[in-house]
């Protein structure tokens, strides 16, 4: 299993819940939700990565299941890798998605490859 798909569809329905329109994309051997065509939160392996509002980063690294999120061995900062401690229960799972859901609209968007056609 390359991420937990049960995991994914509670995310999933918590967007569906909200009436916010998201697409999935794979990547990162798991699976990202966009929002705006921003990556707002993802599912690797049993973690959620969440992008959050910089000024929340300190103080929700003292959170339980909470920890930097060091993918490529560079820490990112407004990036969290959160365990099941942090998310297990619903309360849980929705205060962080919201969090990351908050934060979305003030994100940049990754800059867009140019494709070159030969």
């Known amino acids: 299993m390359a991420y937990n ?5 509670r995310i999933a329905q918590f ?9 999935e994309k794979k990547m990162f051997g798991g699976t990202c939700f966009m929002i705006n065509d921003k990556m707002c939160v993802g599912v690797m392996k049993d973690e ?3 992008r959050i509002h910089p000024d929340k980063y300190e103080e ?3 959170k339980e299941g ?5 993918f490529t061995g560079i820490t990112m900062k407004g ?3 959160l365990s099941v401690d ?5 309360v849980d799972l929705h205060y962080w998605l919201q969090l990351a859901l908050d934060f979305n609209p003030l ?9 070159i056609k030969k």
Not at 5 to 9: G, K, T, Y
Request: glycine share 0%; net charge positive; with cysteine.
């Open 5 to 9: 798909e049960f995991l994914a569809d």
């Open 15 to 23: 967007f569906i819940d909200k009436k916010v329109s998201f697409n």
């Open 48 to 50: 959620i990565m969440a």
């Open 60 to 62: 929700s690294l003292k």
């Open 66 to 70: 909470c920890k930097e999120m060091n």
């Open 79 to 81: 990036y969290v890798f």
């Open 86 to 90: 942090a998310y297990d229960l619903e």
């Open 107 to 115: 994100a940049k968007a990754s800059k867009k490859k140019k494709v």
